[in-house]
């Protein structure tokens, strides 16, 4: 198994992306798989690594990357040292980031004989899986899209009426994360993009548009994201299958830091059911 952690590639928003590849290095092409994280989350959070060396033993080439606006830099690409990078981040760079992570892949002679350029594959996970239906739905070298836990509406969580008029005033508001105890900003910038490209980020839209095969995973006890998005989402996708993990939490039962060397149960059966849907 062969394993390439934290290699920087130049953002679109100066602003370094650090990614990680996980390969079986047997110079045979294998369909590469792409992974987004979440709001307030990164590459190495929880589990997330062991999930990756279970897709790379399963003949995937995986990567996974930080949003480069996400809060975590080159030294230190877990939790969140620059909260000033994480306010100005918005969904239109984390579309530029993605795309930047599928060209640099696609055109990198490093991994030629070892991935299948022509078989591209997304998972995002909850943001990111929103994240990854937008992007699906504008790259045809996307092959077959995944959300885990994924949001089907970003207008909601963008604003509301009554917090508006305020964080215009203030240009930012804040956010406690509750495991690290940051008040985490998010300035105006955020808003104003949202509403400058509100069309291109209408996860609706984009869903009914594929036509791709299109897989939607979510725990019956997600208290962060309702399972009734996931119902909507698979609603409007015509061509997406629809899977409950009972008793699965947001991040399926994994948590941050994660000390176990296997997945939770729940996450174990997401990436059985993923590999089993890509294959």
Known sequence: MKTIKNSVIEGKHKKPIITDVF???DFQPKKVVIFCHGYKGFKDWGAWNIMATTFANNGFFF??????????????PIDFPDLEA???NNYSKELDDLETV????TNNSDFKSEIKIDDVSLIGHSRGGGVVLLKSNEDARIKKVITLAG???FEKRTATISDLEQWKNNGVKYVLNGRTKQNMPHYYQFYEDFIQNKKRFD???AIENL???ILIIHGSNDTSVSIKEAENLHQWGEKSEFKIIENANHVFNTSHPWKHKYLSKELEEVVNICIDFLK
Not at 63 to 76: A, Y
Not at 102 to 105: E, G, L, R
Request: net charge negative; glycine share 10%; with cysteine.
């Open 23 to 25: 390969y079986k290095e």
């Open 63 to 76: 990567i996974k990357f930080n949003f480069s606006h996400n809060g975590g830099t080159i030294e230190q």
């Open 86 to 88: 994480f306010g100005h």
């Open 102 to 105: 599928i060209d640099w892949i």
């Open 151 to 153: 949001v089907c509406d």
């Open 203 to 205: 996860i609706k839209n």
């Open 211 to 213: 036509n791709i095969p």
